[in-house]
Structure formats: structure tokens, C-alpha cells
């Protein structure tokens, strides 16, 4: 891949590899508890719901299961579908069943660090699953294993469960152990925990990611989306509050409050990016979210056009938001290959507007000849952006206008976003109008950070947006590579 000051150079379509011009989330979580002891398929059941996860994370996934004596597990890279069949499935049986997928922010992308991480104690085994991002997890590890604490990972969550199998000497149970784990770290999680006969739903004083919890008629669910809930067909509870425990044990629920912050900083890019649609977080709608977003990002930059199209998947409900405030007819103009992996063959030089087509193509009749408004959620890197661009002008539009419903990303997150260096961010480095020029659009603009704050439309929290104004809700390390602690 080509360093990003190449990447505005390049005459060929840029770099075909862009998986860093986009935001990746750290992973998801999916829990289940039978309360029918051994008539849920739970690790079936955890397959399905880790599926419709499968957004948040693709390098890695994994299922550990609880028979209430003994965990087993199975993890590797990959995706669910590629990692688990239908024998592998039948060896895990239990009553309880954690799971995760998994994309690193921090930490090598390697099989030791796929979760969920199984250690034994002294109080028997445990597995963790963790969405989310530890800012301390160096100085703790460095403290644990100056202890004589052996790590196998390089993960932050390896971190996480040595923590509480270290308060679980001094502890009566294990809630009380968690506890003091959440007031040694620092960071964003949503986490599930199992042990051989009770399941716990964790989530940071600040609610930075998202957890919630449904129920079917023989079984609990926890997951970081409600998408997975439904997956399962499980009735949505509610949202695990910030800075909350959920116990689920002998067939029942109960809750302990650790913190009662109420300032939460729920992640905004979860509305903008992250989340699936069809997804419902701490009472907003993700999809209704994006269409508001559109609705005001036409009200901020309007402009004459003759069709409105967005880029798929994420900028289409905000096209169609902008497409409704001005009235400018909603087309189809993107087709985004789904099938291109993430270990897509590179191509050469020859080959470089062959392989851009596989990716993105545009739909000729759509905007030959056209105006186009085209939507975006964000541009981090700009080198897709430019590329979409170069395909809608080769294919015929008169005009290309590009909107984008969050603002400018001028800032790195270390709460579960892979962006650890600002060199990273187009924003960063050039003006709005510097950037118009690099994509070759004919406009540019971008929703206010006040716009894009109005959008989850019912929220019950407060948002982190430090990744746009440097304002960071947690003290933070200097920036560095994603690598060097490991999650």
C-alpha cells in the first residue's frame, strides 16, 4: 500500500488498497445463557448472532462454551462462516455461550489474539470476550507481569481478565472482582464474561460502546448491537447502562451500578458508521440517525443537481435524507462489490483500473450526463473518495458534488477506532477546499459537528466526538502505533 502523500499524487486510480480509508470498529460481542439447560443450540445460536456482527469485525472470531463444569473453545482468523461448520458447532455443547469477532486497533492481527480469551484461576475458568480499547494497558501489563503474570497475547483484553482473576483472591465473588477491575483501567469496553456457571455484561463509565441485553423464551442474550438480538429472534430488554453489571445466574437477572456518571460518551461514529441500520443504541435509531443526517447536510451545503446517490452502504440512508429535504430524485449510482476479502489479491500497475472496478463500478444510466450529489458518512485517508469520484466523471456525469454527513476527522481515537495517528487524516493535512481539489470534485461539503449531534433522533446519552474536536472524554497516551499494547 502507497503512503498517503503518494496516494494524492497517483495517476492510476490511487491505491487499490483501502482498507485504511476507511474507519474500522474493534469488534463485537455476542452472549446467550439457556435458561432450558440443554435445549438451546447455544453455540448455533451464538454463530447467528456473531454473523450479524460480522460488520464490526473480519480478521478473527471465536465461540467459548459453558457445559457449567468445564469451558470449551474455538477461535481463528477469519470470517464466522469460513472458521465454524456445522460439525465444529455439534462438539460445542453447553448451556451458556460467549462469542466475538473481531478487527485490531491495538494489537497484532494474529490467531493468539483472537478472542474470547480462556484462562484458568483458582476459582475456575473464565472467558471474556471485549469491545473496546484500555488507553493503560502497557502500564498495567508492565505492573502485572513485573508480578510474575505471564501474558500469551498482545491484546488489552488479555489485560482485562488477568485483572480480575487477580481481584478474585481478595474478593468474595466475582462482581465484587470486576469492580475493581473497572476502577484500574482506563478506556472504552463492552465486555461479556462467563464462567462455568454464571454470564456478566460489563460496560465502561462511559458508555463509549455499546452493549444491550434481550431475552427469547429459554434464554438471555447479550450483544454490543441490537441487530444481533434480532438475529436470534430475541425481545430487546434494554441497553446495559454506562458503568453497569449484569449478573445473569440461576435463570435470573440482577444488576450492580459501579459508576453513576452522567455524562456519557456514547461514540458518535457508531450513528455514522459503525452500527448496522437496522440497529437501535441507547434508544436511537441507527438508520433514522443517518436519514437526519442527510436531511441536514442538504439544509448546510445545498446545491443544484439532478440526482442523488450515496456510497454504499453507510451513505445511502443519508442520500436518501438529502434526496427527501431537496427533492432531487434518489438513484442508485454505486454498485460496491461485497465479495472483495480483505486478502484481495494486489494489483499491478497494468492491472490497477481493472482490480478499482471490482470494488466500486457506477451505474451508467444513472448519472450519464447528470449533476450528481454523491454521500458519503466520512473521508478519512481521501484515496477511495478520489477514486469514486474519477468513476462517476468517467462514466459521464457533468458534475460531481460531494457531501459528507459527519464532519472532518482531524483527530486519532484510542477508544476502539483505527485511526492512531493524525498523519492518517486527510483533514489533518489540507482545507476543505484543498481536499475538493485532491478527489477532483466539483464541491465539497461537510455536516457541523452541531448537525451531526442533532441526528440520533431520541438518544438517551451524551456523545464522544474527540476523533473531530480533540476534546477526549478519557486522558489519553500520546499518539503511537496501534501495536505497541496490544487489543
Known amino acids: 500500500m502507497c503512503e498517503f502523500g503518494q496516494c494524492m499524487q497517483c495517476e492510476n486510480l490511487d491505491c487499490f488498497d483501502d482498507r485504511m480509508d476507511k474507519m474500522h470498529e474493534e469488534c463485537g460481542v455476542f452472549g446467550i445463557y439457556s435458561t432450558d439447560n440443554n435445549d438451546v443450540d447455544v453455540a448455533g445460536m451464538t454463530y447467528y448472532g456473531l454473523y450479524s456482527l460480522q460488520h464490526r469485525g473480519q480478521e478473527s472470531a471465536g ?13 481463528d482468523m477469519g470470517l464466522v462462516p469460513e472458521i465454524f461448520d456445522k460439525v465444529l458447532l455439534t462438539h460445542l455443547q453447553g448451556t451458556m455461550a460467549v462469542g466475538h469477532v473481531r478487527y485490531s486497533t491495538t494489537g497484532a492481527s494474529k490467531r493468539e489474539n483472537a478472542q474470547p480469551i480462556v484462562v484458568r484461576s483458582r476459582n475456575g475458568q473464565i472467558a471474556l470476550a471485549h469491545n473496546g ?34 481481584h478474585s483472591i481478595t474478593s468474595e465473588t ?16 463492552g465486555l461479556i464474561l462467563m464462567t462455568a456457571n454464571k454470564m456478566l455484561g460489563v460496560r465502561d463509565p462511559y458508555g463509549i460502546r455499546p452493549l444491550c441485553i434481550g431475552r427469547t423464551s429459554s434464554s438471555y442474550v447479550i450483544a454490543s448491537e441490537s441487530c444481533a438480538l434480532d438475529a436470534v429472534n430475541a425481545e430487546f430488554i434494554r441497553d446495559i447502562e454506562p458503568g453497569e453489571i449484569v449478573t445473569i445466574e440461576n435463570n435470573e437477572i440482577r444488576s450492580i451500578k459501579v459508576f453513576n456518571n ?132 468517467k462514466a459521464g456525469a457533468k458534475e460531481v458534488h460531494m457531501r459528507v454527513s459527519s464532519p472532518p476527522l482531524k483527530f486519532p481515537c484510542y477508544f476502539g477506532i483505527d485511526i492512531s495517528s493524525r498523519k492518517e487524516l486527510v483533514a489533518d493535512k489540507l482545507s476543505v477546499e484543498e481536499i475538493r481539489e485532491m478527489i477532483c470534485a466539483d464541491s465539497l461539503g461537510y455536516l457541523s459537528l452541531e448537525g451531526l449531534l442533532q441526528t440520533p433522533v431520541d438518544s438517551r446519552c451524551g456523545f464522544c466526538s474527540a476523533c473531530l474536536t480533540g476534546d477526549y472524554p478519557i486522558e489519553v497516551p500520546a499518539e503511537g502505533d496501534k501495536f505497541s499494547c496490544g487489543s
Open 63 to 75: 465461540i467459548a462454551v459453558s457445559d457449567k463444569e468445564t469451558i470449551v473453545f474455538h477461535k
Open 133 to 166: 480499547n484500555i488507553v493503560n494497558a502497557s502500564i498495567l501489563r508492565e505492573q502485572m507481569e513485573d508480578n510474575g503474570t505471564i501474558f500469551q497475547t498482545t491484546n488489552d483484553t488479555e489485560v482485562l481478565v488477568n485483572l480480575v482473576t487477580k
Open 174 to 189: 466475582l462482581e465484587e472482582a470486576v469492580e475493581k477491575m473497572m476502577k484500574d483501567v482506563k478506556g472504552s469496553y
Open 262 to 393: 452522567k455524562d456519557t460518551k456514547l461514540c458518535i461514529f457508531e450513528f455514522v458508521y459503525f452500527a448496522r441500520p437496522d440497529s437501535v443504541i441507547d434508544g436511537a435509531s441507527v438508520q433514522q440517525s443517518r436519514y437526519e443526517a442527510g436531511k441536514l447536510l442538504a439544509i448546510e451545503h445545498p446545491v443544484d443537481a439532478d440526482v442523488v446517490i450515496g456510497v454504499p452502504d453507510s451513505g445511502i440512508s443519508a442520500a436518501i435524507g438529502f434526496s427527501k429535504q431537496t427533492g432531487i430524485p434518489y438513484g442508485e449510482g454505486i454498485v460496491k462489490n461485497r465479495y472483495v476479502g480483505r486478502t484481495f489479491i494486489q494489483p499491478s500497475q497494468g492491472m490497477r483500473e481493472v482490480a478499482v472496478r471490482i470494488k466500486h463500478n457506477a451505474i451508467k444510466k444513472t448519472i450519464e450526463g447528470k449533476r450528481v450529489v454523491i454521500i458519503d458518512d466520512s473521508i478519512v485517508r481521501g484515496t477511495t473518495t478520489r477514486r469514486i469520484v474519477k468513476i462517476l466523471k
